[in-house]
């Protein structure tokens, strides 16, 4: 591979995983464009600002800025095209590979001889046989000759200070040696973390849906555990640290209001109805996904048998929502389980009033202290660094009556001594 000075790297999609890679190119020395259809988003990146309220963003853009354009012709000149486009599931949780197919015939029809394509985007195994391949040669493009097409599939974890796209280790497959060997010198020229090469393309795709299955699976056994030990009253989060101390055997996993994000709640169903279409049935997996799915509505009827300890019903009371982001401290709300519980909230007729300070655009509250004083009860959604100091006398102040500990972040015991009532997932 040339040096980086003089090879042109395109972006295609530049979101939570395509700008931050643009950025890491452009300080390793690449000439850096990147691609998008939104047209807010150019203009913000083109001032040297982040749309997306992340530190290392924040912090390296301005020093790494890069040209940004809505303009497909600029991938004529590209030596290396890196598609990060997302890849959702519809209303039924049918994989939605549209973005994918757009991003492969824009990239296709304005291919540069020899160019490396690199698909980022979680797909299932197969996709890049079944749907990327065929595409590049419907336009003329031969596999190996015209064209380098290999699957690396992001690694991305907003919010976490430690680990970004500058030393997650990353593994990568191709159709071709050649293909491979150029796709794992360019990750090794801009990640400083392991470069993992897979024996096959489908390989590859199929690491990224194993990682998020792991986590969904495991998710779910300790959110069944909560509704379990709640049924027993134990205290699933005191067991799960108890079981922590043994040091073999045992990854700690917590219950929680429900999962977001697009890579946990999306992911299984890629490999789950690919695998479908192969004859077989991941029963696990499915299942996996109907008791994650079950959490927002299991908040709600705790929230619902809370309050009639106190004779409030749901229908007109105040429900004050803390958090509308999926992760702490991050301003990412895809998938976030607060859309799903505030839809189970307003079927039962509740008030409804939000508060997230890395979210205020889709905030009815402004401050902390205007939710507290709109609500008679509250749902912990976002264990954000502003919501760790709620105490119980914060809470008896503005006369909460009741808290539903969404992420059992809270201090269960100091919140009841001062005589509001506390319930945790499972706790």
Known sequence: MKKSESLKVAVIGLG?????????????????????????????????????????????????PFKATVDATEIKSADIVLIC??????????????????????????????????????????????????????????IGVDVHIAHCPERINPGD?????????????????KGL????????????????????????EACKVVENSFRDINIAFVNELAKSFDAMDIDVKDVIEGASTKPFAFMAHYPGRGIGGHCIPVDPYYLI????????????????REINNSMPDYTVELLQDKLNEVKLPLNGTNIGMLGISYKANVDDDRESPYYVIVKALRK?????????????SKSSCKSLET?????????????????????GKLLKKYGIKVIVDGMNCLDKNDIKKNGVIYKGIGR
């Open 273 to 288: 109805e690919r695998a479908k279409k192969a004859g077989f049935d991941h029963k696990f997996l499915r299942t996996s």
């Open 371 to 391: 939710i507290l004083k709109k609500s008679e009860a509250l749902i912990l959604v976002t264990n954000h660094k502003e919501f760790m100091n709620i105490d």
């Open 348 to 360: 039962h007729k509740a008030k409804i009033h939000s508060f997230d300070p890395h979210v205020l």
């Open 16 to 64: 939570y995983v395509g700008l931050p890679l643009a950025v890491r190119a452009k300080e390793r020395g690449y000439d850096v464009v990147g691609i998008d259809l939104d047209k807010k988003k150019i203009d913000l990146i083109n001032k040297k600002k982040s749309p997306i309220a992340d530190e290392f963003l924040m912090e390296n853009l301005p020093k790494y």
């Open 85 to 142: 486009v997302p890849t959702p599931v519809d209303h039924l949780y049918q994989p939605d590979l549209s973005p994918v197919e757009g991003a492969c015939k824009m990239v296709a029809e304005n291919l540069k001889k020899e160019a490396l394509v690199v698909l980022e985007s979680t797909v299932n195994p197969g996709v890049s046989e079944e749907v990327v391949k065929p595409i590049f040669e419907s336009y003329g493009h031969k």
């Open 181 to 204: 060997d150029k796709a794992k010198k360019f990750y090794e020229s801009i990640v400083d973390g392991v470069i993992r090469p897979m024996k096959h393309i489908r390989e590859a």
């Open 161 to 177: 200070p430690k680990w970004n796209v500058t030393n997650i280790p990353r593994v990568v497959g191709a159709f071709t040696p």
